[in-house]
């Protein structure tokens, strides 16, 4: 008889798995499953071949599979390699709520369901709450630990997809912080798009949290991709934070975005001004590649509009003048990142800065979704994105990502204690 074995069969997104599978006879070949919804309802499923040891068993953290979609011994392989089901493809999986997430694994043979069994994957336990903002001025989703006391306290900033990531939130508030998931476009009484936000909402948001009847007054800000951008830009606007995580960041002020894309409008306002903006610059050569590779199913990345873009006399006008935030930085960065070049901003910021309590985290192969608030290394691992047909390569690869997600965060955690 085939037997599906758990450590744990609930457990935290940061817990370590124990999967152990043992089969009717030893040396048998098995195809071990695994399958997952993301917020969205899409099917994500990974799978390995494997064969049992003289002692029936197969035991996920030190056998490798012989074909799957991941190929080296690692206990959250069968997680971190998951591609669509539907187009059997890599794709992007979508998490941003507190919701559970339930991942079936079946054993099977010759096409055959042999064994299965659930794991629930948490975000938030029984030891945070989720409590009510009591001002109707900001948007998102405000955690706590359970526990009565003070706690210091971070803000989230999601990046250009908007809404928030109440995810990241509700875990990082079982580490011992007041968090604030911050919604700031793409919410419900917010703008659609990611155009002229007031950077004075920030300004409140922040005030709100340091004078919060659960908070010790300190406020930590950390953001990913165009919310690194934000962290980035309020820490030098405010100065008023006790530590900056930024995730694939750009010290560039970027212009506001329509639909996921740059577009030729002021993402950021201040006293009612527009900031100056790096206008984005498409070459010709870029459009051309585009249709070709959407004709062609291939990736397409958006390296050659950086490099346009950032090839301009005064490009320096549009620089975060990071030497002016305070805080200590803790930056992460990767080598293959495609989305923009955020290896190179993260050694320019390091350059620009005299702070010996900045940390810096470069990853050289891996690419622009690897870190907290966005990844965690036992889910899907990001690199590309379908939309409509049209192939969005973020990155780096499943393995490399899943690897910088899971040390990052260690480090991350280290950092903000």
């Known amino acids: 008889m085939t037997e599906i074995r758990l450590r744990k069969n609930k457990l935290m997104i940061d817990e370590t798995l124990d999967i152990k599978v043992y089969t009717s006879e030893p040396g048998q070949q098995v195809t071990i499953r695994m399958e997952l919804d993301d917020d969205e309802q899409k099917t994500f499923h990974s799978y390995g071949d494997f064969t049992s040891d003289e002692s029936y068993e197969i035991d996920l953290n030190t056998a490798a599979p012989v074909n799957g ?9 069968l997680l971190w390699s998951m591609i669509s089901k539907k187009s059997n493809q890599d794709d992007y999986f979508i998490k941003k709520s507190d919701k559970d997430l339930e991942a079936t694994i079946y054993v099977m043979t010759a096409d055959e369901i042999q064994a299965t069994e659930v794991i629930t994957l948490q975000f938030k336990n029984d030891s945070v709450e989720k409590i009510e903002l009591e001002t109707p001025d900001i948007k998102g989703n405000l955690y706590v630990p359970a526990e009565s006391g003070k706690y210091p306290a971070a803000m989230i900033l999601s990046g250009s997809d908007g809404g928030n990531a109440a995810h990241a939130a509700s875990f990082l ?13 793409n919410d419900e009484g917010l703008n659609e798009h990611l155009e002229k936000i007031d950077l004075g909402y920030f300004k409140e948001a922040t005030e709100y949290l340091s004078t919060h009847v659960k908070g010790n ?39 506001g975005m329509k639909g996921g894309i740059f577009a030729p409008v002021p993402g950021w306002m201040l006293d009612g001004e527009a900031l100056p903006y790096l206008k984005m610059k498409f070459p010709v050569s870029f459009m051309f590649s585009t249709i070709k590779n959407y004709i062609q199913k291939r990736p397409m990345y958006f390296l050659k509009v950086w490099k346009k873009s950032l090839n301009r006399k005064n490009i320096s006008e549009y620089k975060v003048d990071v030497d002016k935030i305070d805080a200590p930085l803790f930056i992460v960065s990767g080598g293959d990142d495609k989305l923009w070049p ?11 800065r005299n702070n010996e309590n900045d940390f810096y ?6 690419g622009h979704f690897i870190s907290y608030p966005y ?30 997600a899971e040390e990052s965060l260690t480090e991350m955690l280290s950092f903000l204690k």
């Open 342 to 352: 955020s290896a190179d901003f993260s050694k320019e910021i390091k350059k620009e």
């Open 361 to 366: 985290l470069s990853y050289k192969n891996a």
């Open 69 to 77: 979609t991941y190929h080296q011994a690692d206990g959250a392989g």
């Open 217 to 255: 007054g300190k406020v930590n800000l950390i953001g990913y991709s165009k919310g690194a951008e934000l962290a980035l830009l309020l820490g030098q606007t405010f100065n008023s934070y006790q530590s900056i995580v930024a995730g694939a960041a750009s010290n560039y002020v970027t212009s």
């Open 173 to 185: 508030a079982g580490k011992g912080y007041l968090v604030l998931a911050l919604s700031y476009f």
């Open 375 to 404: 990844s965690f290394h036992q889910l899907p691992a990001n690199v590309h994105m379908n939309l409509d047909g049209m192939i969005m390569d973020f990155g780096g690869t499943k393995q490399e990502n899943a690897q910088a």
